[in-house]
């Protein structure tokens, strides 16, 4: 597609269940990112795909947290037994491989997770 | 951790007004990210700036990437109540993908 489409937007959900947020890179773009910000904190790294390599999950914060990339394109971040403090916007990007020069990172517009 | 220098801190202004607000760094950087965060909400990504001297708008809201890789500002033109909020910056180096954040710029409209 033309840019990083992230589903859904907005998700409320009860504390305990579990979620996925859904992100669609940008066609031929080989790494994938996810971040995410929650109140009055800044943006923080959680996972990283690149290519077929194994991914970089040390930004994710508890094992509750996982992601997959499948077909080394659309990824889904999952979140078991969700928590209060999980709520937060969660914001996807991708870019050509790290590193390549003239590289640029390439974000969606996040989809913003409110567990009540 | 590091931060971009965010200025001003804090902005009382009169509706209509316009407001300009910047980031700067000593590191170069890749990509600019602009974001609000309303009162007791989640941040909105506003405008994301790929290269140095993109100008880019959405709406009343302009941001440009600077000529030096090292700054960038946010412009609001005719500021609106709505425009209340917390505005972020943020950058990203394309050598590594953690991303560094300004501490904010709170914009109050004055009654």
């Known amino acids: 597609g033309a840019g990083v489409s992230q589903s859904p937007s907005n998700k409320v959900t009860e504390k305990g269940k579990d979620v996925e947020l859904r992100c669609d890179p940008i066609?031929?773009?080989?790494?994938l990112y996810w971040y995410r910000q929650s109140l009055g904190q800044g943006l923080e790294f959680l996972i990283y795909?690149?290519?077929?390599?194994?991914?970089?999950k040390s930004g994710l914060p508890s094992d509750r947290f996982s992601a997959e990339r499948t077909g080394g394109s659309v990824s889904t971040l999952t979140i078991q037994r969700t928590q209060q403090e999980d709520s937060a916007v969660y914001l996807c990007?991708?870019?050509?491989?790290?590193?390549?020069?003239?590289?640029?990172?390439?974000f969606g517009e996040g989809s913003w997770l409110t567990v009540v | 951790g590091q931060q971009l220098n965010q200025s001003p801190q804090s902005m009382f202004i009169q509706e209509g007004e316009d407001v300009s607000m910047n980031c700067t760094s000593s590191?170069?950087?890749?990509?600019w990210l602009w974001y609000k965060q309303d009162p007791g909400e989640g941040p909105v990504l506003l405008i994301a700036?790929?290269?140095a001297g993109e100008l880019t708008s959405n709406g009343r809201l302009t941001a440009q990437f600077g000529i030096t890789r090292k700054d960038s500002f946010l412009n609001i033109s005719a500021s609106i109540p709505s425009d209340v909020g917390i505005y972020f910056c943020?950058?990203?180096?394309?050598?590594?993908?953690?991303?560094?954040w300004g501490a904010g710029t709170k914009l109050i409209i004055k009654p």
């Open positions: 943020a950058g990203l180096r394309s050598s590594n993908y953690q991303l560094i």
């Open positions: 590191s170069i950087f890749n990509t």
């Open positions: 795909f690149q290519g077929n390599s194994a991914p970089d």
């Open positions: 990007a991708s870019s050509l491989p790290t590193g390549t020069r003239g590289n640029t990172i390439y």
């Open positions: 066609s031929g773009h080989t790494a």
């Open positions: 700036l790929y290269k």
